[in-house]
């Protein structure tokens, strides 16, 4: 993939019914070299589900050091930390400790879910956020590098509809 193709100008228009706000986000990111699409499209579904705060922060880098998409308070610490896919779980659980809410975006019925999980619901603050396979596979498909995208979160789904296409998740769990 040439380095053209890696980069993508975002124009999301959102209906967040979850958080009562409707917005529009335009911004251009890009693929990092060590990202793999499956972590580039979960990185902007979890921005999707952040960006109704206005200083929430897309990792344009893919630093493992960093949230995929974070929100900092005035006193520079993270109030909510997001990370995508199969983030480590030891760093994760470090984390937990260092910020007002933990979110994890993965892949429902993973693998990595099922040996996780029991470790962070051990942390109040920790959420996890299940969304299904096939859901992410079919974004993946039909990406391009102009993503004019419709989205609207609800309590049980999320979609996403383009000028040819229509998304809708079976599965998105958060808990």
């Known amino acids: 993939m040439s380095d053209k193709a890696r980069i993508f100008k975002a124009r999301f228009s959102i209906a967040d019914l979850r958080q009562q706000r409707n917005h529009q986000e335009v911004f251009t ?4 070299k060590n990202e793999t699409l499956e972590h580039f499209v979960l ?3 979890g921005y999707c589900l952040l960006s109704y705060d206005s200083h929430a922060v897309l ?17 520079e610490h993270y109030k909510t930390w997001l990370s995508v896919d199969q983030p480590n779980l030891d760093q994760l659980l470090k984390i937990a400790k260092q910020v007002d809410e933990l979110l994890i975006l993965t892949m429902g019925n993973s693998e990595w879910l099922a040996q996780s999980e029991s470790r962070l619901k051990l942390f109040s603050n920790s959420h996890i956020i ?3 396979q096939q859901f ?3 974004i ?10 419709n989205v609207t979160i609800d309590e049980s789904s999320l979609m996403i509809t383009d000028k040819v296409h229509c998304y809708e998740t079976k599965q998105f769990d958060w808990h």
Request: hydrophobic content about 40%.
């Open 43 to 45: 990185k902007l579904l």
């Open 59 to 75: 990792n344009k880098f893919s630093d493992r050091l960093q949230p995929d998409v974070g929100i900092k308070a005035l006193d």
């Open 29 to 32: 990111t890009a693929l990092t």
């Open 136 to 138: 992410v596979d079919d």
């Open 140 to 149: 993946q498909t039909d990406l391009t590098r102009s993503l004019n995208w």
């Open 130 to 132: 299940e969304i299904d």
